[in-house]
């Protein structure tokens, strides 16, 4: 009976240290998943007001670049470069595309030569498509 009354406590003790090392693991690692944090995160505030038709205009402007008005204006007001989305879209299939040739390459089709300078004119071509897009 002891032995028993033993286990269970060793078996509690056992649960509450597992329940502490992972509530210390949380707190070393953060919560996995999820939004990653940014560097510096945005704490101030920028207050306009706007008629009734620069609003309109500005909304349809945002739309037009398939972005959310809040973003659109940080863009327009930091002088970015606004991105283009149709652009980007397409450079991102292109780049989808030369990913899956590539993958098509490893296969055993192809002298190793032949292979390798082709991969290495996708991972090229891919490298540059990548520089052209804007988020």
Known sequence: MEDQN????????????????????????????????LNAPKSERLALRFTVQEMKKLKERADKKKLKLTDYSRIILLDRELPEYEKNIMLTEYATNFRRIGNYMKKEIFTPEERA?????????????????KW
């Open 6 to 37: 033993t286990e269970d406590w060793e078996a509690l003790f056992a649960e509450g240290f597992e329940q502490i090392d992972r509530q210390n693991q949380y707190r070393e690692r953060g919560k996995l998943g999820g939004r990653p944090k």
């Open 117 to 133: 300078g082709l991969l290495r004119e996708i991972e090229e071509a891919i490298k540059g498509i990548k520089t052209q897009i």
